[in-house]
């Protein structure tokens, strides 16, 4: 087969498409982070996400969360259909700002968890797992 | 109301005052996601656990907004200070209304 001059553009341009897909992907777990930041910067330091590297079954993952001095965080797997997770609260009495749970994710992924200090500051730290079998019962 | 849900809570039943003790919880719950289809290939409608408290004497320990992702049979872990005797009361908000409940007392070692 022939490649004509303008083939090869169409060609270039749906590489170009496939490319800037991903991102797409992730807009409604960007849309969830600016909703809980309003926009604010993030640092990467101040906030510990614990999760597994490999995960056999997708339907219960561990992970763990852990922010000295947050208020709030949240946790999203940016590759499920929806995105959030969770939001931990931390009120008066709690001890330690850390909590753990068992989560549901569909495919290999990041997890993302974003802290909110008490000085309205922002942490964020992520983790991907990668998922044996996905957890959506697809 | 969805059927055989169960709380369970692991707390201490004394503590130091001030210390800082490790509270762990688990109940019973399909959380259906409302991802999943049947047979006929319509979609499961969503029944989970929306949301979870824990406070001590009315006084917030945690506050847990919880969405689909989270797994079959919610556990969680988590820390509580105890200032002084008192019952931590654990609440669990089902999307169709129900609302379960546990006590457990704490009392000063």
Same mark, same amino acid.
């Given at each position: 087969?022939?490649?004509?001059?303008?083939? /090869?553009?169409?060609?270039?341009?749906?590489?170009?498409?496939? /490319?800037?897909? =991903?991102?797409?992907?992730?807009?409604?777990?960007?849309?969830? +982070?600016?909703?809980?930041?309003?926009?604010?910067?993030?640092?990467?330091?101040?906030?510990?996400? /614990?999760? =597994?590297?490999?995960?056999?079954?997708?339907?219960?993952?561990?992970?763990?969360?852990?922010?000295?001095?947050?208020?709030?965080?949240?946790?999203?797997?940016?590759?499920?259909?929806?995105?959030?997770?969770? /939001?931990?609260?931390?009120?008066?009495?709690?001890?330690?700002?850390?909590?753990?749970?068992? +989560?549901?994710?569909?495919?290999?992924?990041?997890?993302?968890?974003?802290?909110?200090?008490?000085?309205?500051?922002?942490?964020?730290?992520?983790?991907?797992?990668?998922?044996?079998?996905?957890?959506?019962?697809? | 109301?969805?059927?055989?849900?169960?709380?369970?809570?692991?707390?201490?039943?004394?503590?130091?005052?001030?210390?800082?003790?490790?509270?762990? *919880?688990?109940?019973?719950?399909?959380?259906?996601?409302?991802?999943?289809?049947?047979? #006929?290939?319509?979609?499961?409608?969503?029944?989970?656990?929306?949301? &979870?408290?824990?406070?001590?004497?009315?006084?917030?320990?945690?506050?847990?907004?919880?969405?689909?992702?989270?797994? *079959?049979?919610?556990?969680?872990? &988590?820390?509580?200070?105890?200032?002084?005797?008192?019952?931590?009361? &654990? *609440?669990?908000?089902?999307? #169709?209304?129900?609302?379960?409940?546990?006590?457990?007392?704490?009392?000063?070692?």
């Amino acid at each position: 087969m022939e490649f004509t001059r303008r083939d /090869t553009l169409a060609l270039g341009m749906g590489a170009v498409a496939l /490319t800037v897909l =991903p991102f797409r992907a992730n807009a409604a777990a960007d849309d969830a +982070i600016a909703e809980f930041t309003g926009g604010a910067a993030m640092a990467d330091t101040g906030v510990t996400l /614990t999760a =597994p590297e490999i995960a056999e079954n997708g339907n219960t993952v561990p992970i763990a969360v852990e922010a000295e001095g947050a208020v709030a965080i949240m946790v999203l797997a940016a590759g499920n259909p929806t995105p959030g997770v969770a /939001t931990f609260n931390f009120g008066e009495l709690a001890g330690a700002h850390s909590a753990s749970t068992r +989560i549901r994710l569909a495919g290999t992924q990041d997890v993302i968890a974003i802290a909110k200090m008490a000085d309205g500051s922002f942490a964020r730290a992520s983790s991907n797992v990668k998922v044996t079998i996905g957890g959506c019962g697809g | 109301m969805a059927e055989g849900v169960k709380p369970r809570v692991k707390a201490p039943s004394s503590a130091a005052a001030g210390e800082a003790v490790v509270l762990k *919880t688990l109940i019973s719950h399909q959380m259906e996601s409302g991802q999943r289809k049947n047979a #006929d290939g319509t979609a499961i409608p969503r029944s989970i656990i929306n949301r &979870f408290t824990c406070e001590f004497n009315g006084t917030s320990v945690i506050d847990i907004k919880m969405e689909p992702a989270i797994s *079959t049979n919610p556990y969680f872990e &988590f820390e509580a200070v105890i200032p002084e005797a008192g019952d931590l009361k &654990f *609440t669990w908000y089902d999307d #169709d209304g129900s609302v379960y409940e546990d006590v457990k007392s704490v009392a000063i070692a």
